[in-house]
């Protein structure tokens, strides 16, 4: 499943600013994966493998922001608990899923995914902050580790727009803040996302070739984006980010018709 087509130079070069760029989104604004997957898409990847792909490109950046939000982000010790458990198991079930769902009808849930994703990063800001409006006093268990462990199942079969999905949740239920909820996130991004790799990898439908020097670039746009986000504007980042997601997913959706 995962041999590579023929790309370019050219092509090959364009993959990897994208990556760059992305890594860039993700350190300002988040969205990196609807730069990143696409890309990959439209070069020629199986949609499976393309999926996979982007998500082990990604990781590492997204190992950076949890490791940079170590410090001076103080959870308690049982929800952290909870909450990772509840992303391995759901990450898990979701790159699963994902694996059992044959590439041709996996391509063609892509567009609909990609705009899904779109429309939740798109109103991310007022569904947000609708539901800071609403910030429990206490811990909800029941309905935080049922809700985290389906978004977490979606991380593992596709993923973008994942994290406003769980700020929105853990706003609700978790009784934290806005940016407890924002760095909190990243942990169980890690966690869902490590797996989903390490089972894609297990599997052998990780492009590595490809990968590999994403995930570089990736780092070294996400480097960059973090000492941007003083000079630029993360709205302006978000901005783009956003018309190349829509622009994308509705021409994946024209050239399925």
Not at 28 to 36: H, I, K, S, W
Not at 176 to 186: G, Y
């Amino acid at each position: 499943m995962s041999s590579l087509p023929d790309i370019s130079i050219s092509s090959f070069l364009l993959l990897l600013s994208t990556a760059f760029i992305g890594g860039i989104a993700n350190a300002l604004a988040g969205g990196g994966t609807f730069l990143v997957f696409p890309a990959l898409l439209l070069n020629g990847l199986d949609a499976i493998v393309a999926n996979a792909t982007s998500a082990a490109t990604m990781l590492p950046g997204g190992a950076a922001s949890a490791w940079v939000y170590r410090k001076g982000s103080p959870y308690d010790t049982t929800l952290l608990r909870a909450l990772m458990v509840a992303s391995i198991l759901g990450g898990i079930t979701g790159s699963v899923l994902v694996l059992l769902t044959p590439s041709a009808r996996f391509a063609k849930l892509v567009p609909y995914l990609m705009l899904s994703a779109a429309v939740v990063f798109t109103f991310s800001k007022q569904i947000a902050h609708a539901a800071s409006a609403h910030i429990s006093d206490r811990t909800k268990w029941v309905p935080l580790l049922i809700g985290h462990y389906l978004i977490s199942v979606y991380g593992g079969y596709f993923g973008a727009g994942m994290g406003v999905l769980m700020i929105v949740l853990f706003l609700l239920t978790a009784n934290l803040d806005v940016q407890q909820s924002a760095a909190l996130r990243f942990y169980c991004s890690l966690g869902i996302n490590g797996l989903a790799v390490s089972i894609f990898a297990l599997r052998g439908v990780v492009e590595w070739r490809l990968s590999i020097p994403m995930a570089v670039a990736a780092i070294t746009g996400g480097y960059l984006g973090a000492h941007l986000v003083r000079k630029m504007s993360p709205e302006t980042a978000r901005i783009a980010v956003l018309i190349f997601a829509w622009v994308v997913s509705i021409w994946l959706l024209i050239r399925q018709s």
